[in-house]
């Protein structure tokens, strides 16, 4: 059985961690690899999506990074406690038409004993910006550890 460290119940050090880790996950926009820190049969709910499943919620991920371009990520704690972690999230993106948007949202996680998430629940914003109003800049892929996270950027 696959694990995914760090597990719960999670302590403050340990949440953190985890978030980091779906955020790099998540920056790395590879919905294969991305979907293997989810359980199997994980239930998701996503804006007006609802996929059950690793292959349900990697088709929603497929679709997503088809048309949310140059995506960079930003996660922080919200709250935890047990086997479930709240989070805060923004990202940035443009569509095909160059226009840009920065995304605003809230997630609740419920994680198995092995580490894998068996529960996502999101509420996401869309919220349209200027080019000149980005505030995420780093290459495509992981944040750098010395970028801003949310709080520090007045998000």
Partial sequence: MDTRPPLPPFSRETAIQKIRLAEDGWNSRDPARIVLAYSQD??????????????EAQALLERKWAR?????????????????????????????????????GNENWEFDDQG????RHASINDRPIKAEDRKFHWPLGRRPDDHPGLTELGL
């Fill in 116 to 119: 894998l998430m068996t529960h």
């Fill in 42 to 55: 994980t239930v998701w709910r996503n804006r007006a999506e609802f996929p059950h499943g690793r292959a």
């Fill in 68 to 104: 949310e371009l140059d995506y960079r990520l930003i996660k922080e704690l919200w709250a935890f406690e047990g086997h479930r972690i709240a989070v805060r999230f923004v990202y940035e993106w443009h569509d095909d038409a160059g226009n840009w948007f920065r995304s605003h």
